[in-house]
């Protein structure tokens, strides 16, 4: 069975800092992963995935993350925070078999961005 | 193109009514995806469908919750007898294919109480 964790329930950044959101999966092969961000009372936007290919996956918003097999990581960056970056974020995985796209997600991180 | 439409936005369904939710995936779209979003947590999946079939239903409790995408017309979650538990909000997402690691596109979730 596969699993997400997320370090950290609420994050607070000044803006112009550095954004370090952490998800940790477990998974008997390597997944698929995912992160979405969600704004307050809405659905969950896609900023980026990693399937194959390059490591460093580069999403939208100036957010990136970095698949780390060896730690079984798929940290979310951005290098200067933004007050529109204050929002939940989710870090996903799935299997990397073909049919069933269903989602595995971790328990959110709340950003906070202060002035 | 419009994107995945629920409705309704809000629901308020007294103890031991029904609640009917709705989901019209994106036009080209033809597997749907449900989550429950229970308060402070991060989403759930409950069940994946294609038109006329379930595929996975393993997160779907096993009374009073039921699920269908019909030929022809919106996916429909079907909650029967509410109780308070159920208060959530219910997100809807859909894919053109199968299991291509495209991820998927989501709604804007339908916000059950149960009062």
């Known amino acids: 069975a596969q699993s997400v964790t997320q370090l950290g329930s609420h994050v607070s950044v000044s803006e112009g800092a550095l954004v370090l959101l952490r998800c940790n999966y477990s998974?008997?092969?390597?997944?698929?992963l995912f992160w979405y961000v969600q704004y307050p009372n809405q659905g969950l936007q896609l900023l980026l995935k990693?399937?194959?290919?390059?490591?460093l996956v580069k999403g939208i918003n100036g957010f990136e993350a970095e698949f780390k097999k060896s730690e079984t990581s798929f940290h979310l960056t951005k290098p200067s925070a933004h007050m529109s970056d204050a929002a939940e974020y989710f870090c996903a995985v799935r299997n990397t078999n073909f049919g069933n796209e269903k989602l595995t997600f971790g328990t959110g991180t709340r950003l906070t961005i202060i002035p | 193109n419009a994107g995945v439409m629920q409705n309704p936005r809000h629901l308020v369904r007294r103890r031991g009514q029904e609640a009917r939710l709705r989901c019209s995936p994106m036009?080209?779209?033809?597997?749907v995806y449900w989550y429950r979003q229970l308060p402070e947590e991060g989403l759930k999946f409950m069940v994946y469908?294609?038109?006329?079939?379930?595929?996975?239903e393993s997160g779907m409790p096993k009374e009073r919750f039921s699920a269908e995408f019909p030929k022809e017309g919106p996916s429909i979650l079907r909650i029967q007898q509410v109780v308070r538990g159920d208060s959530a909000a219910y997100f809807c997402a859909s894919s053109p294919s199968e299991g291509l690691g495209y991820g998927y596109t989501f709604g804007s979730g339908t916000r059950l109480t149960v009062v």
């Open positions: 990693y399937t194959t290919g390059a490591t």
């Open positions: 469908l294609q038109k006329e079939n379930i595929i996975d």
């Open positions: 998974s008997s092969v390597p997944p698929y």
């Open positions: 036009k080209g779209h033809s597997h």
